[in-house]
């Protein structure tokens, strides 16, 4: 049974990221303050549902949230900064985004930066845990999802439609036949070392 608040403050917004493993696309974070009374038998955290259930639940919890909102961080950010400070970055802006301004944030995970003098907790897996980390967790996979469905009519030869840009067999061979896009991320290890071999040893 997922709990709706962790602090005692009257709006707290729960944040989560998806795509952070990927070797391309963007990480997106979504933030979601929800009202106090809100349940849903289906929450959870977003890597326990089907693909299904979590478009099934996106506008259910866009419609009852009080305030929701999300962040793309493209490779070009994630390979400056890196993964870690761009999912924070994209968690805070989306936390940003929120009207009204949370009094208190809820962050899945162990890692965060403080944002705007805001008390915040990290809460590790705490989208099996809160309501609104878990409905951050939809939102933020759903619209990475639809995102690289996009990308993926420019790139079919990832099949990013299926693989999401995550490092599969398959797409790992797509590089390493075609090589790299822009929707890659040049700083993460697209390929093992044995595979960047241009040339058979004989």
């Not at 289906?42 to 299904?52: G, I």
């Not at 162990?110 to 878990?134: E, M, Q, T, W």
């Not at 693989?163 to 590089?175: L, V």
């Amino acid at each position: 049974m997922l709990l709706s608040n962790f602090s005692s403050f009257s709006i707290e917004a729960g944040t989560d990221e998806a795509g952070r493993g990927c070797l391309a696309g963007p990480v997106t974070a979504a933030a979601v303050i929800l009202p106090p009374d809100f349940k849903h038998p289906l929450l959870n955290d977003s890597k326990q549902l089907t693909e299904k259930q979590r478009y099934q639940l996106r506008p259910i919890i866009e419609a009852e949230a009080i305030a929701f909102a999300y962040t793309h961080l493209h490779p070009d950010v994630i390979d400056e900064i890196n993964i870690l400070n761009a999912s924070i970055q994209a968690m805070q802006e989306s936390l940003r985004k929120l009207d009204p301004t949370p009094l208190y944030i809820i962050v899945d995970g162990n890692r965060f930066k403080p944002l705007d003098n805001i008390p915040h907790s990290c809460i590790v897996k705490g989208d099996s845990k809160y309501l609104s980390i878990a409905a951050a967790s939809v939102l933020a996979k759903t619209y990475r999802d639809d995102f690289m469905d996009e990308i993926h009519q420019k790139h079919p030869q990832y099949n990013w439609k299926k693989n999401k840009g995550y490092p599969t067999i398959e797409h790992r061979e797509a590089i390493k036949k075609f090589g790299s896009t822009p929707y890659h991320r040049m700083s993460f290890k697209l390929l093992p070392d044995q595979l960047s071999l241009d040339f058979d040893i004989k």
